[in-house]
């Protein structure tokens, strides 16, 4: 047993995709670790519909680090576009690999043509998908993406898919799992104490992301003002930031920024009490296990991202120009630079209150 904040597999009647029987499934996933997170209720629902089947989900290095020991899939196979499945051969030496595999079904809950490509390749019988990216052709049981489910939240967008395939879904809440060794590592890194994870990077890019001063500022008020201890956590390639963090704070904070592993940092968010956050991957982690969210959104479109979970508080400014949805700010960031340390701060007492109730 371990931490997780999956929900029972409450199967559901849905109309197969074919009258025979289902063995393998291979389910081609997102690539981004916070898309990844937001498509597990689909992967539920696959599982309830297929309960018998074995679900393998192929995915990119990371998404697969993240999915190791979920419920809802029984294995990962990884798709590595930069190492061996580089390139055009690469592409084919995959497809030669899932089709070796001799799967029923491929279901793709990643949008690219390369996804239909790949599983067409491979030779499965069955290949299921929103009709996106041209890929329609490809597919044998194509969805049209209707102007519904391009308006809906990511979690509902997936969903809405599989009902066009008659697969009904069996919740509408992400999840992840780590393993009682993770937890049990991650408490012996954190020890005592309350905690409030900060995480001020943004792997999209860097119109996503909060000053790391103003972070700075947070930290000091959530260890002055709140109790809190603070942890920093983040990619390799946010260390800069981490470090710009840690030297703004006057009290000691935790600095693992760039220093864990996806697993590691899952059970450090499944650990925390509180995690204030840009939009990004772990974000979505600390939603999927229940922690108490604030998320800062400046570029990119609430109503399709925001994480969910029952103690969230979303800190934004209206501004004409967002969501943007760019990677880098053309203009003068005013969607981030609107927010302040005072905005971000009633958002933790905001947190703090639905705690109490």
């Known amino acids: ?22 063995s393998k499934i291979v389910v081609r996933s997102p690539n981004w670790i916070g898309d990844a997170v937001m498509s597990t209720p689909a992967l539920g629902a696959i599982r309830a519909a297929f309960p018998a089947s074995e679900i393998v ?5 990371a998404v697969c680090e993240l999915m190791r020991s979920h419920p809802f899939c029984d294995r990962v196979i990884v798709f590595d576009k930069k190492g061996p499945h580089r390139g055009a051969t690469g592409l084919f030496r995959f497809s030669r690999s899932l089709a070796a595999e001799r799967f029923d079904l491929a279901i793709l809950l990643q949008n690219a043509i390369e996804a239909a490509m790949l599983t067409a390749l491979a030779g499965i019988k069955k290949r299921a998908g929103y009709s ?20 809906l939240h990511h979690t509902h967008y997936y969903l809405e898919m599989l009902a066009g395939l008659g697969i009904a879904p069996a919740g509408d809440s992400p999840c992840l ?6 937890m049990a590592r991650a408490a012996n890194v954190l020890g005592k104490g309350r905690w409030a994870a900060i995480n001020p990077g943004a792997a999209y890019g860097s119109a996503k992301r909060w000053y790391p001063e103003r972070f700075a ?46 697993r590691e940092l ?9 995690v204030v956050t840009n939009d990004s991957g772990p974000m979505h982690v600390a939603a999927a296990f229940e922690r108490p969210v604030v998320a800062l959104f400046g570029p990119t479109d609430h109503r399709i991202t925001s994480p969910v979970c029952s103690r969230m508080s979303l800190v934004r400014k209206e501004t004409e120009c967002a969501p943007c949805l760019k ?24 947190v703090m209150a639905k705690d109490q109730n």
Request: with cysteine.
């Open 1 to 22: 047993m371990g931490s997780s904040a999956c929900p029972g597999r409450v199967l559901k009647s849905a109309r197969r995709l074919q009258t025979g029987p289902v």
């Open 132 to 151: 996106t990216d041209g890929r329609g052709f490809l597919l044998t049981h194509p969805v049209a993406v209707s102007q519904k489910a391009r308006g």
């Open 57 to 61: 989900l192929a995915a990119n290095p």
């Open 327 to 350: 990677r880098e700010c053309p203009r003068d960031h005013r969607c981030m630079a609107d927010i302040t340390v005072e905005d971000v701060l009633r958002g933790v007492e905001a």
């Open 217 to 262: 500022r947070v930290a000091e008020a959530l260890t002055s003002d709140f109790g809190y201890r603070v942890l920093l956590v983040g990619g390799p390639g946010e260390r800069a930031i981490g470090s710009e963090i840690s030297s703004g704070i006057r009290s000691e904070a935790l600095n693992l920024i760039g220093g864990t592993s996806i």
């Open 266 to 274: 899952m059970a450090l968010l499944a650990s925390v009490d509180l």
């Open 177 to 182: 799992r780590c393993t009682q060794e993770e």
